[in-house]
Each structure stands twice: as structure tokens, then as C-alpha cells.
């Protein structure tokens, strides 16, 4: 299973997180407090790959910091401003990135 996500799912994190990330906005809009918190979980559960994706929102939706601080083990505290959010991703993204992951986020951005 894990060779299986290596060589192909992880290619796909982008693509789920943005569908995960829509139906969570569309939930805490609604008002639908606790399937936004699920929908919230599943994103963290799309472990490290999502951490990037993360970091491209966070300036519009500050709430995510505690799925940054969550993913990277404490490393980034759960009071941090998302400047702090910035500059520790400019820090430590070489130990979070899996590589060819910056290369394909890019490619998705245009």
C-alpha cells in the first residue's frame, strides 16, 4: 500500500487537499460546526504532503495553524501569528517537502 501511495497517491495531495479545503469552507459558512471539524480532521490526516498546501492558506484562513503546528509535531506552537507560520516554513520546509513535492506545486499554481 504505501509503494502504491509513493508512486502515484502522493501526486494527488494537492488535488484532495483543494476539495477537502472547499467542502470545509462551505461547511464552517453553513454553520455546520461539527462536519467542518471533520472535514478539518481529514485534512490533517493527509499527513506531511499537505503541509505546503497548509502554508499557501493560512494567511486567508489563520485557522489552520493548528494543523501546521499538529503536522509538524509542536515544532511550530499553536500561538503563532501566520508571519510566524511563514518564516518557519521558510526555515524548515527542506525537512518537510518529500521530494519533487515543491517541483509539482508549482506546476499546479499555473
Keep these: 500500500m504505501y509503494v ?11 488535488e484532495c487537499f483543494a476539495k477537502l479545503h472547499a467542502k470545509w469552507k462551505t461547511l464552517k459558512l ?15 490526516d493527509l499527513g506531511i504532503p499537505v503541509l505546503p498546501y497548509l502554508i499557501d492558506k493560512v494567511e486567508q484562513f489563520p485557522d489552520l495553524i493548528p494543523a501546521i503546528s499538529n503536522l509538524s509535531d509542536g515544532m511550530l506552537p499553536l500561538t503563532a501569528t501566520v508571519g ?27
Aim: with cysteine.
Design 30 to 44: 453553513e454553520g455546520k460546526g461539527k462536519e467542518a471539524q471533520e472535514t478539518y480532521q481529514n485534512i490533517v
Design 4 to 14: 502504491k501511495w509513493w508512486k502515484e497517491g502522493r501526486f494527488k495531495t494537492g
Design 84 to 110: 510566524d507560520c511563514k518564516q518557519w516554513w521558510e526555515k524548515n520546509k527542506e525537512k518537510f517537502e518529500l521530494p519533487t513535492q515543491s517541483k509539482k506545486r508549482s506546476e499546479e499554481k499555473k
